[in-house]
């Protein structure tokens, strides 16, 4: 199977769970995420119709932004990783859209660059669903006093809200984290709707984006099922 093969199979799929759930396909959005993968991948996905690519580490994004912008400007990329404060310069130089937002101290770094560059981007706030202390996000007790705050910043477009549920088998508990970024989202429309609409939200991944897609998801990010395992350096 080719990755122009798999897209096209997990498209098939995000239509057939978004029909299930009563919902419009054209709803949801397929975020292919490219990290480990060669620029040469990118654009064998970027053939079959994708266009924006989702990296979790900024480093390599930045990389596969500098070697095809000149010949593929279409091709835009989200950063989904958490992200150091030390890092928002080099987000605000190319990025389009941070999925990973969990704090006001980057919110306010990230602004600033991003005003350097006179440049704006899409920012969903990630919330950690699970209570798994080893993830980032920021715990679903604080996100609203952080949601109200993000109005604030001019550069920063607050779409929504991202998550990494739970690790399972078991779906119970994976579509209990996909729940509880449906009911913050609603929490937030009444008290923090000047802000946002909250209308983004992105859950689900290779192994859990149907059930995502069951619980509202509006955008799914999937890697292996679409660029195949993921082949890491090994230790020194």
Not at 4 to 25: E, K, Q, V
Not at 27 to 38: D, E, F, Q, W
Request: hydrophobic share 40%.
């Amino acid at each position: 199977m080719t990755i122009a093969d798999n897209i096209s199979t997990i498209r098939a799929r995000i239509a057939a769970a978004a029909r299930a759930a009563g919902r419009d396909p054209a709803g949801i959005r397929l975020l292919p995420v490219s990290k480990t993968r060669p620029a040469s991948a990118v654009l064998e996905a970027a053939s079959a119709g994708c266009t924006r690519f989702g990296e979790n580490r900024v480093q390599e994004a930045t990389g596969k932004w500098e070697e095809l912008a000149e010949d593929h400007p279409e091709i835009s990329w989200a950063i989904i990783g958490h992200l150091q404060t030390n890092k928002a310069r080099q987000v605000a130089r190319f990025a389009s859209e941070f999925q990973a937002l969990d704090s006001l101290r980057l919110a306010r770094e990230l602004d600033r660059r991003l005003q350097n560059e006179g440049r704006g981007i899409d920012v969903l706030v990630e919330i950690n669903t699970s209570g798994e202390p080893q993830k980032s996000g920021v715990a679903l007790d604080d996100a609203v006093a952080l949601c109200r705050q993000l109005g604030a910043f001019d550069s920063l477009r607050v779409r929504g809200l991202m998550t990494v549920a739970l690790n399972s088998g078991d779906p119970s508990p994976v579509g209990a984290c996909f729940q509880r970024v449906v009911d913050l989202q609603e929490r937030l429309r009444d008290e923090a709707g000047g802000v946002s609409d909250w209308g983004e939200l992105s859950m689900g991944m290779s192994g859990d984006f149907e059930l995502a897609i069951a619980h509202g998801a509006t955008t799914v990010r999937v890697g292996q099922a679409i660029f195949g395992p993921r082949s890491y350096p090994a230790s020194a």
